[in-house]
C-alpha cells in the first residue's frame, strides 16, 4: 500500500533553533514530493516540489532533501521564527498523474519564544 | 491570500439538512480540487475536475456531490450527511501544462464542517 509517514508527530523548539522533520515513503512509482506548510485553521502552501533526480532543494529558511534509493526525504527549518509554527505535510505523487497525491499525517511544528 | 477562496468557512448542519460549499479561483487555473482533513488524518483527496469534466472520484459516498459549472467554480453539495463527516474540507487548483513537470496546487482556506 502507496504510504507516507512523518516523524516526530509533534515537536517544540525554542525560537532560533533549527529542527529537521523526516518523511519516509513507500511510495511506487514515484514522480515527485513535496513539503507543504499548513497554519492553523488554513489551507496548505508550499514550500518545494523535488522530482526524482533533484537531492536538495530550498526556499529561504527552508531546505528538503530528497533520497530516491531510500525513499526519505527531509525538510530542515534553519534560525527558526515564531511564525514556522505550524503542521508541516510530506505529499508524494504516485506515478504519472500528477493528481494523485499521498498525504503524511503532519508533523506539527510549535516554535516557542 | 493564495487566490482560491472558499465559503462559508465555517458550516453547522444536522444530519437531515442540504448545503453546498463552494470554492473559486482567481489564478486562471484548468484544474480544480475537492479534499477532506479529518482530525489526525491525512488529507484524503475527493474530487478532481480537469478542464470541468470529472476525472476522479476517489470512492466518495453519494452523499457529497460535486458540480463545476465553469474551470473558475467548484461546488461541493452535501446531503444527509453522518456525524463521522465533520472536518475541513479544502478545495485546491492547479493549471495542468501536459508535460511531465508537476504542477502546483493551490489550496483555499477550507470550510470547517461541523455535523450535528
Known amino acids: 500500500k502507496n504510504q507516507v509517514e512523518q516523524s516526530p508527530q509533534s515537536l517544540i523548539i525554542l525560537e532560533g533553533k533549527n529542527c529537521t522533520l523526516q518523511?519516509?515513503?513507500?511510495?511506487?512509482?514515484?514522480?515527485?514530493l513535496r513539503w507543504y506548510k499548513q497554519d492553523t485553521g488554513r489551507g496548505p502552501v508550499s514550500l518545494t516540489i523535488m522530482t526524482f533526480s533533484e537531492n536538495t532543494k530550498s526556499n529561504g529558511r527552508y531546505t528538503a532533501t530528497l533520497d530516491a534509493d531510500t525513499k526519505q526525504s527531509s525538510l530542515h527549518i534553519t534560525a527558526s521564527q515564531l511564525s514556522d509554527s505550524a503542521s508541516y505535510i510530506c505529499v508524494v505523487t504516485e506515478g504519472d498523474s500528477s493528481y494523485k497525491l499521498i498525504f503524511g499525517s503532519g508533523t506539527r511544528l510549535l516554535v516557542r519564544p | 491570500e493564495t487566490g482560491v477562496t472558499q465559503t462559508p468557512r465555517h458550516l453547522v448542519m444536522g444530519m437531515t439538512n442540504k448545503k453546498s460549499l463552494k470554492c473559486e479561483q482567481h489564478l486562471g487555473h484548468n484544474a480544480m480540487y475537492w479534499y477532506k482533513q479529518s482530525a489526525k488524518k491525512p488529507l484524503e483527496l475527493m474530487f478532481v475536475y480537469n478542464f470541468k469534466e470529472q476525472t476522479e472520484n476517489n470512492s466518495v459516498p453519494s452523499r457529497f456531490s460535486p458540480e463545476c459549472p465553469n474551470s473558475s467554480h467548484l461546488f461541493l453539495h452535501l446531503h444527509t450527511l453522518q456525524p463521522e463527516d465533520s472536518a475541513l474540507y479544502l478545495c485546491a487548483s492547479s493549471q495542468k501544462t501536459g508535460t511531465s513537470n508537476p504542477d502546483e496546487q493551490y489550496f483555499g482556506p477550507g470550510t470547517r464542517l461541523t455535523v450535528t
Open positions: 518523511c519516509n515513503y513507500t511510495v511506487s512509482p514515484f514522480s515527485n
